[in-house]
């Protein structure tokens, strides 16, 4: 059943898991990721990246397809917007039924990080729809912990003072992970989420799981992260399926795919605290 994300994620929080939000970019990986959700009876956060995407994907495309999956779920998926930058962007996905959409203003500087989150948080709760946002910037994985690291660190005040003048609904955080592949090993700052924890009421994002770890991101879905976004490592376990198999038949080889991107989105559910 196509639903909002509110509900799935607050009991999350309360209950000490995260959930998973893998992105999709085609009608294989949509259905993959329902199956699985529906093989653990566990719902969804059905996400799509138009700005990544869009080749593969248009944006109308991409909510036919989710919204056809979701709708004819067994469990309850969420089909969320995943790093809209563009307010033109949030204002189509939210005509095109999404449910929960992200305003992805982290590059800019606080003020104007506040300014355009709230106008979507006006926008879409007038609508009924959930809004996240981030404060910090989770940074590329190909620069990670180089002097070209573009990834800033979350702080504690900024962070409550942000949810206080936006009224987000979920807050994605920097503390230590970043998008894509890892030059360097993953170093999270579990104080710093504690600290955030503590300080802030809202459901807790982590973007860039992908090759995080698995300890690091169990530790982070029992110590307050609601949702884990991910992405590189299902086309990196695609890749490497189809790579290492000896088939020439495509519809196979399709197979072979969708079992590679469903064994990865089992994987994260079990790390994650969700699959009791
Ligand atoms: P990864 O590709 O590193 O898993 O990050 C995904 C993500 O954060 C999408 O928002």
């Not at 912990?145 to 949810?163: L, N």
């Not at 924890?197 to 169990?218: I, K, T």
């Not at 198999?245 to 399709?254: A, I, V």
Request: hydrophobic share 40%; with cysteine.
């Amino acid at each position: 059943m196509l639903v909002t994300s509110k509900e799935m994620l607050e009991r999350a929080k309360s209950e000490g898991y995260a959930l998973i939000a893998p992105d999709y970019y085609d009608n294989n990986s949509c259905r993959a990721f329902v199956h699985v959700a529906e093989e653990f009876n566990l719902p969804l956060i059905l996400s799509f990246a138009p700005e990544s995407h869009y080749c593969l994907l248009s944006l109308e495309e991409a909510a036919l397809i989710g919204r056809y999956y979701a709708e004819s779920a067994k469990v309850d998926v969420a089909l969320h917007l995943d790093h809209g930058t563009k307010f033109e962007t949030i204002k189509k996905a939210i005509a095109y039924g999404f449910t929960s959409v992200m305003i992805d203003a982290s590059n800019c500087d606080f003020e104007e990080n506040v300014r355009r989150t709230k106008e979507v948080v006006d926008y879409a709760h007038a609508r009924g729809i959930e809004v996240e946002a981030e404060i910090g910037h989770v940074g590329s994985g190909e620069t990670y912990g180089t002097e070209d690291d573009d990834s800033i660190y979350t702080e504690v005040e900024t962070a409550k003072k942000f949810v206080e003048l936006t009224g987000v609904d979920s807050l994605a955080i920097s503390i230590g992970t970043a998008h894509g592949q890892y030059k360097g090993t993953p170093v999270i700052n579990f104080e710093r989420l504690q600290q955030i924890r503590n300080a802030v009421d809202v459901p807790l994002v982590l973007h860039g799981g992908s090759s995080s770890g698995d300890e690091n991101l169990a530790r982070c879905a029992r110590e307050g992260i609601s949702k884990i976004n991910v992405f590189t490592d299902i086309v990196t376990a695609a890749l490497e399926a189809v790579k290492n198999s000896d088939s020439k038949d495509w519809f196979e080889l399709l197979k072979i795919s969708d079992e590679a991107v469903k064994d990865v989105l089992r994987h994260y559910y079990h790390i994650c605290n969700c699959v009791k």
